[in-house]
């Protein structure tokens, strides 16, 4: 064992069963959401964020940095990031790292919540969950743009995440390219005839159990300790993204497909089509073309098929003429868990990109 006087070599650090110390800081911030007040699913208004200023950041009072928004994937909340498993240092950590090693220019990390009851948001506006897109965008970011030393333009600030967090990541600079410049998407949910389809199947066999009734087993779900049954992942995600993609204005939830049946709805499942990233990309062309980096990636064993899904939005992106060396596509061996170790890769090729 090393001295405490000795210093760690980076394998060294991520074996440590507790928290490194970090070259930069870490805000840990409540933000008082309006539009989040009165949700439907009667969730917290006041959301936790944390806020990462990079090393010298206290010390150049003058200088402004840009920013990239990190976002989860499903049934994810940002109380996770200080999740520490075996080998393996927690995102915080890398992207401090890189930094530190001076692997990329510096930036403001901000870390956002967008924790549903039924474990996500999509990071959408929905009568079903909430107003999640509009909180990120209009109250989240100038939130942290009136606090902190931010390059405010939207040349300067990215947004990136894995699964649904790459979802979100893929929709929201479409959404509001005034605000995101840049992106990175990890094994991102798109081409939703492979990522969702397959998974209706599997709900409507478990929803025997409960007469096809998804809200009988909600009631279930919530009266017994969570993921005790082998049902309990598989209808929460059917049913909170259908929360978020087929909700009506009355807040009541209409599945994709018949819960006795499995035959699809067409026009539920319409809605959900029309959330798929591949599928927005011709109407938000010009968004798209005026990103200054697009970072695609995902493991070739994905089990929801999402390095498909990353093909198609990368084949996509060729057609409607974004420029390809603002594009970095990459597939690689490994399925759809444990791939936090590309985040720091994909941070550091945005902020590059950012800071040219």
Known sequence: MPSPQTPLAPWEDALLPWSADLAGRIDEQVIDSELLRGNPLGDPHERPVLVYLPPGYDAEPSRRYPSVYVIQGYTGHVAMWQNRSAFRQPFPETADAVFARGEAPPAIVV????WTSYGGSQFVDSPGTGRYHSYLCDEVVPWVDARYRTLPGAAHRAIMGKSSGGFGAMITPMLRPDLFGALATHAGDTLYEYCYLPDF????RHLRRYDGDIWRWWRDFGSRVSFTREEDMSL?????????????EDGTVDLPFDPATGALRAAAWQR???????????????????????????GTRDEYHLDLGAQAFHAALKDIGVAGDRVHFELFEAGHMGIDYRYPVSLAWLCSRMSS
């Open 272 to 298: 959900w089509l029309d959330w798929d990233p591949v599928r927005m990309v011709p109407s938000h062309a010009d968004a798209l073309r005026g990103l200054r980096a697009i970072w695609i990636d995902a």
């Open 201 to 204: 199947a599997n709900a409507v």
């Open 111 to 114: 870390y956002v919540d967008a």
């Open 236 to 248: 929460l995600s059917v049913l909170g993204v259908a929360a978020c993609f087929s909700a009506n």
